[in-house]
């Protein structure tokens, strides 16, 4: 038999939030597991009691209860319909259960390839969404609306997706790097009514304007009532030649009332992604609240073993659907590293430096990335402490074996080294 590249500690599994689950099925309904496998085993085959279960230990924040787990719908669907209903009766809100934190603990590191850097706490990140979200109802923004998002990698743009679908508004983002009629052929799908865009954007040691799109997909989409824009590549950009335009500070309505979260089914839609596009126009993919919501939790704490102590960091555009996994981690109480720029800038050691600097926990990336840092020379293991350092995470295209050996031989031989799946259509 081969010698495992690694194996957790006594310590690691005795407080893995797996271990708590599998000791929280034992005391409140007296299952007990020999091993991983059994309890994998019965997970599968009883998915009803599993997800009841990962609710229930995940804590979910429901405004009504559901009166049952499934409710099967008979045969396989042949025209797109479900066959199934999961949780019915359940009403909730996703932005309710990413904000169930509101203290001064760091919610959210942002950082810019130039250097920028800025944290906004939990009490401040529900402050601006209940800010924001007062500035859309009073725009007109209603439960079911599509709320579109041009933007990079950024804090703003996570207090967007928040404060639309706080409402129950349904959100869609694109990344800045994308051309117009990459834009439009997603965008113009969908008809949002309000835009949130940014003026541009900092990108392997250049400054890439994006106003003169941001004009162009404005005027272009015959639905969009509103555009707000995050200025980022100077301190104030200059709007009059958009329509309807605002800048974001301007959207965080000090005056605002009480945040009200909207009750909503389980299956009310959430997120709008989008295929490849290989085959012609990008396909839309729609997604629930409650399914993401209840997926993103079992695969962040039963998975990925997050909790409130952890610093969680994957790098992605918005463009991608590991940046809706990776805000998901507000719900698990985490604090989230957003960086926006090329992963390669400075020869990958900006990244590098993060680990060391945010004291990242869960370090996720991309099998291109552990590459490119073998091929550079690289012994991260030299040239950091990755003390924090527990995870890391690659996706985007399976992991060589040669990129196995290479993290245990020079990045660090005591972490747990996953070669994960996203999957838009799974998110």
Known sequence: MSTPLWTPSANRIANSRLKAFEAWLAEKHQLAFDDYQSLHQWSVDNPESFWESVWQFCNVKAHSPYGKVLEHGGTFPTCGEPSAAWFPGATLNFAENLLRRRDDKIAIVGLLENGQRRELSYAELYTQVEQLAHTLREQGVEAGDRVAGFMPNIPETVVAMLAATSIGAIWSSCSPDFGFQGVMDRFDQIQPKVLFAVDGYFYNGKTINTLDRVKSIADAIGSVESVIVTSVTCARTDLTSIVKAIHFPDALNPAAAPLHFAALPFDHPLYIMYSSGTTGTPKC??????????????????????????????????????????????????TLVLFDGSPFAKRGRLLLDAIDREGITVFGTSAKFIAALEKAGHKPSQDYQLASLKTILSTGSPLSHESFDYVYRDFKQDVCLSSISGGTDII
Do not use: R
């Open 285 to 334: 993919i729609v997604h629930s609240a409650g399914g993401t919501l209840l997926q993103h939790l079992k695969e962040h704490q039963l998975h990925t073993d997050i909790g409130p102590d952890d610093v969680l960091f994957y790098f992605t555009t918005c463009g991608w659907m590991m940046w809706n996994w990776l805000v998901s981690g507000l719900a698990s109480e985490c």
